[in-house]
């Protein structure tokens, strides 16, 4: 293997790691928020934070391109000072940030429905309050499922290609990943490349999916009646 | 018992069916909240415990206001110093039973109580000592319900929440269980508001009973007295009515036991079914009414066990039935009976009537409180 093909694979290790942790803590306390309260705007809150699961990624690729273009709300001219995040590596964090939303909220907020908020109450009760309730009992027993959302949101980032190519190109050695390395290699004609992360894409996938069929498996999150 | 601190609660809380108004004051040790389910019992502990947003009124322990709505004043749960024990446990399955039992802990130590004195009073009185390894999935319906018990108890609480805390339990298991409870009664002093529709566990263990009906207190008093009354008898009728009744153990045969009953070991000799305790030990045991028979004359060449000299104190119509109460010694607590009206107005019955009361010793269930747990 070309050491550039190597380095796209370490590459894309890290970036989806920071994606993953960009979007677990505020993903986290979201999915909370939808799990437990009743607020004005959820509906359409929980419905934006769907939305690239549906959108062509290419969609939500040109509005990041947008957003952080010069004159963009989040570019040089509107801050005064420059982000300089397209065609980088903090574009491709960006993009596979976003593309992972959905599936680590969705996921948190359905492992947060399966906690019985009477536990809750019963730490309540204890002498904990709202906050040490959350940290010490509400996150412990959602843990798996927040598991879950953790590792499906990384591998969506791993395989991220559609919003990352918008923003961040495919750059060898500086913006390409796994998923622009396949595109690049295919393209190139190049078989053995194109192989090689073929079987890295779907070692990483299959590994995924089975840890999470694995952690969805009903364990006792609520009290036996 | 009047040691305890006033508990007073003046509460207002619209509910899907009905409204809960309740108002009441108690110093009692435990308090029983009796009533059909649905009658708003766990809505008015929740309420209490600060679960229940929305609840308009006053409660106060002692000189603390937990809740003044006038006042805007709400004191959330945490800041309560209640120990509350529902009715499934609520165990917490990412902890084990030490993890449970010392879930508590910081509030206790906050409140300055001696938690390491607590903790042992309560692995003992709770025979939890075998179960503090064990995972929460493994513990039997009696166990679970010791160990919720306990994490409430160690958390120094100033009042205990008890929501039907044997009902989750088959027939077996509250034998054994409700002996815990009456143990906790007597050796921590904390006063305790027990909700159950239960008539053996609320006259085992309450001084005072208040009913419930689709929320609003229909009856207040002591529990005999409260659960015979003609408005408060059909909410038991499933159950029926049960004596509960203290004696000591005297001996014990190859098949049958021999209780003295009352508190001062003063009452009337009665056979029981045979007693794994040993002589001397105290017990409970329940006598429900419709299992005791009237004579007017000692019947001979009877084949049940125990035939009680009793004296007739009070006969009340409930429905179809009479309750008839009859006192076999001075300090002892009088037994009720059931029977048809045909038979009181047969036998002429009325207060002052001596009579003889016919119990078999196998109508009898004994609640032994078993030092080891249960066996």
Known sequence: ?225 | MNAEPRLEARVRLSLDRFDLHVEFETTHRVTGVFGVSGSGKTTLLETIAGLRRGAQGLIRLGETVWLDSAQRRRLPPEARDVGYVPQDSLLFPHKDVLGNLRAGRQRALDGGHDFTHTWEAVVRVLAIEPLLGRAVGTLSGGERQRVALGRALCSGPRLLLLDEPLASLDVGLRRKVLPFLHRVRAEFAIPMLLVSHNPVEVQALCDDLIVLREGKIIARGEPRAVLTRPEVFPIAEHEGFENMLPGRLLETHATTSLVRLGENDNGPPLVVPRSSLAPGSRLLLSVPANEIMLALEQPAGLSARNIVPARVEDVKAVGPWRLLTARVADDAPPLVAEVTADAIEELRIAPGTALFLIVKASAITLYEDHPDGER
């Not at chain 1, 843990?143 to 750059?171: D, H, K, P, Q, V």
């Open chain 1, 1 to 225: 293997m070309t050491e550039t093909t190597l380095d796209a694979l370490r590459s894309t290790l890290l970036w989806a790691s920071l994606a993953t942790a960009l979007v677990m803590v505020p993903g986290t306390l979201l999915a909370y928020a939808l799990a437990r309260f009743d607020f004005f705007g959820k509906k359409v809150i929980s419905t934006l934070t769907s939305l690239p699961l549906v959108l062509p990624p290419t969609a939500v690729g040109y509005l990041l391109l947008r957003l952080f273009s010069t004159q963009g709300p989040l570019g040089r001219e509107t801050l005064g000072f420059n982000l300089d995040v397209l065609l980088t590596w903090k574009a491709v964090v960006v993009a596979c940030a976003v593309m992972s939303a959905p599936l680590v909220v969705r996921t948190a907020r359905v492992s947060f429905e399966a906690v019985d908020p009477r536990f809750e109450d019963m730490a309540r009760t204890l002498g904990h309050g709202p906050a040490a309730t959350f940290f010490r009992y509400t996150l412990p027993l959602a843990a798996r499922g927040l598991l879950a959302a953790m590792i499906l949101g990384f591998s969506r980032a791993m395989g991220e290609f559609g919003a990352t190519i918008i923003i961040a190109g495919n750059i060898p050695g500086r913006t390409q990943t796994l998923a622009s390395a396949i595109f690049s290699a295919q393209q190139a004609g190049q078989e053995d490349e194109a192989n090689f992360l073929l079987w890295v894409a779907l070692a990483a996938g299959f590994a995924a999916i089975f840890l999470t069929e694995y952690l969805s498996q009903s364990r006792i999150r609520r009290a036996p009646r």
